[in-house]
């Protein structure tokens, strides 16, 4: 059986304004990670939200590309091609996987998001290479790849920064999809507090936005944050 949401998560929140972005980090891999290598979803129900297009052929993996070994890319390909035969993922994939993984929250906003993340063209669906990409940029990039990936995340509309109706929406995201799994229970007044406190800590202009510059700066000089970065290096 899916490792639950609430399993994973509940025991790893923090309680200080970092808490934002280190929930981000864990939360938006495990599934994803049960997933494709678990491979315990209803094969069937995903199917049916794939795009049927055609069964792709071996896929040429640019291995320079990624930081996965050419072993563990194979091992990741025939996850994938095992969960999405069609050779894409769309969103609405994204969607049941999380719901599946949180089926006691509303996990759909937060599986949107994640997915704009992953869909760097735009194009509305998944290649393996896209999917891989990202994977790797998260679970084997630097430092700075990661808070990049992380900063993106956050920048909605991708325009270069971070404003307080952004954050607030991703972190309302995340509490619906798994909030009522903490204890004591996290209300909208206690996700609005964290973006406060993320924004006095990051906001250094106090011009009422983050730029790249100012969460990277903010980000690497805040050891909670470095020490959630680095977990990834013994979890993954």
């Given at each position: 059986?899916?490792?639950?949401g609430?399993q994973?998560?509940?025991?790893?929140?923090p309680?200080?304004e970092?808490?934002?972005?280190y929930?981000l980090?864990l939360v938006?891999?495990?599934?994803?990670?049960?997933w494709i290598l678990?491979?315990e979803?209803p094969?069937?129900?995903?199917?049916d939200?794939s795009f049927?297009?055609h069964?792709p052929e071996?896929l040429?993996i640019?291995q320079e590309?990624?930081?996965?070994s050419?072993?563990?890319?194979?091992?990741?390909?025939r996850?994938?091609?095992?969960?999405?035969?069609s050779g894409?993922?769309?969103?609405?994939?994204?969607?049941l996987i999380?719901?599946?993984f949180?089926?006691?929250?509303d996990?759909?906003?937060y599986?949107?998001?994640l997915f704009?993340?992953f869909?760097?063209n735009?194009n509305?669906?998944?290649?393996?290479?896209e999917?891989v990409?990202?994977?790797s940029?998260?679970?084997?990039?630097?430092m700075?790849?990661?808070l990049n990936?992380a900063f993106?995340f956050?920048d909605?509309?991708?325009?270069g920064f971070?404003?307080?109706?952004?954050?607030?929406?991703?972190?309302?995201s995340i509490?619906?999809?798994m909030g009522?799994?903490?204890?004591?229970?996290?209300?909208?007044e206690?996700?609005?507090?964290?973006?406060e406190?993320?924004?006095?800590?990051?906001?250094?202009?106090r011009?009422?936005v983050?730029t790249i510059e100012?969460?990277?700066e903010?980000c690497?000089?805040?050891?909670n944050i470095?020490?959630?970065m680095?977990?990834f290096?013994s979890?993954f």
């Amino acid at each position: 059986m899916m490792m639950s949401g609430s399993q994973t998560v509940s025991l790893l929140l923090p309680a200080d304004e970092a808490g934002g972005l280190y929930i981000l980090m864990l939360v938006s891999l495990f599934p994803l990670y049960y997933w494709i290598l678990k491979a315990e979803s209803p094969e069937d129900e995903l199917k049916d939200f794939s795009f049927v297009c055609h069964r792709p052929e071996l896929l040429e993996i640019p291995q320079e590309e990624t930081k996965f070994s050419k072993t563990e890319l194979q091992f990741l390909y025939r996850g994938f091609k095992n969960e999405c035969p069609s050779g894409f993922v769309n969103e609405k994939v994204f969607k049941l996987i999380y719901s599946q993984f949180f089926p006691q929250g509303d996990s759909r906003v937060y599986a949107h998001f994640l997915f704009e993340a992953f869909d760097t063209n735009r194009n509305g669906c998944l290649s393996f290479q896209e999917f891989v990409a990202g994977l790797s940029l998260i679970l084997r990039g630097s430092m700075y790849d990661r808070l990049n990936w992380a900063f993106n995340f956050y920048d909605l509309d991708k325009d270069g920064f971070i404003t307080r109706k952004e954050m607030m929406n991703v972190m309302k995201s995340i509490y619906d999809m798994m909030g009522k799994y903490v204890h004591p229970e996290i209300n909208e007044e206690t996700a609005r507090e964290h973006v406060e406190n993320f924004f006095q800590k990051m906001d250094r202009d106090r011009d009422g936005v983050i730029t790249i510059e100012e969460f990277m700066e903010s980000c690497q000089k805040d050891e909670n944050i470095m020490r959630s970065m680095r977990l990834f290096d013994s979890v993954f």
